[in-house]
């Protein structure tokens, strides 16, 4: 079993910056793939970038690219999403999510995340 718990979330405005963390409890395997994922009122859970464990590839939705960065930190079992230049549509509430089984067709499929934390707000005002 692994606990997520994410933090960093906050309140900021345009063009600002937010880094935020996601600790993971439990052994994470290097099979797994770590991912951010957030929901805005009123719209579906989305994508936004995730990472594998072993190898430290990255993935990202096009909305975010250029503008978020995700890395990991293996010894701490923590997952970082670095978010710059925010802009208001960013606003959302921010999850963190483990896939057992990291598939890089799959890894943008919420469906196929296993583990979730109970998500952090992100609020960007123009």
């Known amino acids: 079993q692994v606990q997520l718990v994410e933090s960093g979330g906050g309140s900021v405005q345009a063009g600002g910056s937010l880094r935020l963390s996601c600790a993971a409890s439990?052994?994470?395997?290097?099979?797994?793939?770590l991912g951010w994922f957030r929901q805005a009122p009123g719209k579906e859970r989305e994508f936004v970038a995730a990472?594998?464990?072993?190898?430290?590839?990255?993935y990202y939705a096009d909305s975010v690219k250029g503008r978020f960065t995700i890395s990991r930190d293996n010894a701490k079992n923590t997952v970082y999403l670095q978010m710059n230049s925010l802009r208001p549509e960013d606003t959302a509430v921010y999850y963190c999510?483990?896939?057992?089984?990291?598939?890089?067709?799959?890894?943008?499929?919420?469906?196929?995340?296993?583990?979730w934390g109970q998500g952090t707000q992100v609020t960007v005002s123009s």
């Open positions: 439990g052994r994470i395997f290097n099979s797994y793939g």
């Open positions: 999510a483990a896939q057992i089984y990291a598939s890089p067709t799959q890894i943008d499929t919420k469906s196929r995340y296993n583990y």
């Open positions: 990472v594998t464990w072993s190898g430290g590839n990255t």
